[in-house]
């Protein structure tokens, strides 16, 4: 296990994009294993379409914007003092309130578009949002002290995407729901 995570530090610290957004990648091929693990339980087809549009997100999208992300933050964001609390707490609030809604829109409005369905984007939008946001400020603002404070800039893409297998659960669940209101985390998984 040594070894494999130096060599993870090793191509990080060469490529760091890459890395972080092949870790991305990786982060929601498995929270959407995770969703669908149920119902292959239950004998139904695994959707491979939903996994790749999941992947593809990953890749395209969280991985490289994060990277720039969670950098613009890092680089802007009290630097004097980057992991006071005032600075965790600014950089959360930053992310939770400005980042997490731009996400969580662009992700379904990703899904939809995949789908061949721009014309059902805002509907999903306004009908998905404010309940993926419920269940997002019960995850990512306590995540991300522990993010801010305690793991080195390099490590963030890595260190969400451990916690995001079980949000990218929730996430893949929730846009492949048809008018559901969530009920949190926990009910995503069942």
Do not use: C
């Amino acid at each position: 296990m040594a070894g494999i995570w130096a060599k993870y530090n090793q191509v990080l610290a060469e490529k760091p994009l890459m890395t972080k957004t092949m870790t991305s990648f990786t982060g929601f091929v498995l929270g959407d294993l995770v969703a669908q693990s149920p119902d292959l339980q239950k004998g139904k087809a695994w959707d491979s379409w939903r996994t790749a549009k999941l992947a593809l997100f990953g890749l395209a999208l969280h991985g490289p914007i994060g990277h720039y992300w969670y950098g613009f933050l890092d680089r802007t964001v009290m630097t004097a003092a980057p992991t006071s609390a005032a600075a965790v707490a600014s950089k959360t609030a930053i992310d939770q309130i400005l980042w997490a809604p731009i996400f969580t829109s662009i992700f379904f409005g990703s899904m939809k578009l995949l789908d061949g369905k721009q014309d059902e984007i805002p509907d999903e939008i306004r009908e998905k949002l404010w309940p993926t946001m419920k269940v997002n400020w019960t995850v990512w603002p306590l995540a991300h002290v522990i993010n801010f404070r305690f793991i080195p800039s390099s490590q963030r893409i890595l260190y969400i995407n451990v916690i995001q297998v079980g949000y990218n659960a929730f996430l893949s669940t929730m846009q492949a729901s048809k008018k559901e209101e969530p009920k949190g985390l926990a009910s995503a998984l069942e």
